[in-house]
């Protein structure tokens, strides 16, 4: 989890969680998908430098070309992993969610119709 924080009159920090960022979404990703040699294996298939990898695996460190270059390799398979490893919910979910307020909105519109 990544935390923040602000000052508040004098040296007093307080922190803030702010939840799971894209990096550290695509680092559990990836740690999970290759258990043994991620960096090596990311390095490859992502064309990246080592260092980069290393970074992504090791930090959650990613950079928009990091990204860029991920996404094309993995292609729509990155981003709905990604996604629902950030948000925390299946894109199932998310589409059933829009689906039933679509109907709660149909049925609202034809209650005032009557």
């Known amino acids: 989890m990544t935390v923040g924080s602000w000052q508040v009159v004098g040296n007093n920090n307080h922190l803030l969680p702010l939840g799971k960022t894209v990096g ?3 680092r559990d990703l990836i740690t999970r998908r290759f258990r ?3 960096a090596k294996t990311i390095e490859t298939l992502w064309d990246l430098d080592a260092r980069t990898a290393r970074n992504v695996v090791d930090r ?3 950079s928009e ?3 860029t270059k991920a996404a ?3 292609r ?3 981003w709905m992993a990604l996604g629902e490893e950030l948000f925390e919910e299946p894109y199932e979910h998310y589409l059933q969610s829009i689906i039933d307020e679509t109907a709660r909105a149909k049925a609202r ?3 005032r119709r009557d």
């Open 109 to 111: 519109a034809e209650e």
């Open 60 to 62: 959650g460190c990613v």
């Open 65 to 67: 070309r990091t990204l």
């Open 72 to 74: 094309k390799a993995e």
């Open 24 to 26: 550290d979404a695509l």
């Open 76 to 78: 729509w398979a990155l």
């Open 36 to 38: 043994k040699n991620a």
